[in-house]
């Protein structure tokens, strides 16, 4: 029968410090998921704060440096919309005045119709996606309706003119 190792709960605001670091070690965090992580492990509200506020000033919390890391790496991997980086951010707990800064100085040069175009082309099921099914796709990735529009007709013209 494997034993099972119980961690005692941190004491000191050092040992919370330690602890934190160890959650962060393995992935960059937001401040509202470690806050839940400390909380989770039986930190007080104010232990964790403490414990935020000394992780951001040791530079190992930012969530302005957070956002822009994300964005930057999602936008290299998978492609969407500022609406669904915007909804995965918040979701993360980012703030929205941080989200809308991020996201605005990561796509600040990028055409959104080229970034569809880029997401229509990595999904698998696009050469043979019927426009519904296309839009549905697009819209999921977050991108406007209007750069939808413009993609379905380029994917109809480009079919016209195939046949």
């Not at 330690?18 to 992580?37: I, K, M, P």
């Not at 400390?38 to 704060?49: C, D, F, I, N, V």
């Not at 040791?58 to 980086?85: C, S």
């Not at 951010?89 to 605005?104: H, M, Q, R, S």
């Amino acid at each position: 029968m494997a034993s099972v190792v119980k961690r005692r709960v941190p004491q000191s605001p050092e040992e919370w410090v330690q602890c934190a670091l160890r959650y962060l070690v393995r992935v960059d965090r937001t401040v509202a998921q470690v806050e839940r992580f400390l909380m989770s492990k039986g930190a007080s509200a104010t232990q964790a704060q403490r414990t935020i506020d000394r992780l951001s000033d040791l530079r190992y919390l930012d969530d302005r440096a957070y956002a822009r890391r994300w964005v930057e790496g999602r936008l290299a991997r998978k492609p969407m919309g500022r609406e669904r980086f915007k909804a995965e951010l918040l979701a993360k707990g980012v703030a929205e005045a941080l989200v809308d800064g991020a996201i605005g100085e990561v796509l600040q040069a990028v055409d959104e119709e080229a970034l569809a175009w880029r997401a229509f082309r990595l999904w698998p099921n696009g050469r043979r996606a019927l426009p519904r099914q296309t839009a549905q796709y697009l819209r999921r990735r977050g991108f406007e309706e209007e750069t939808i529009e413009r993609i379905i007709r380029g994917c109809t013209d480009t079919q016209g003119s195939e046949a």
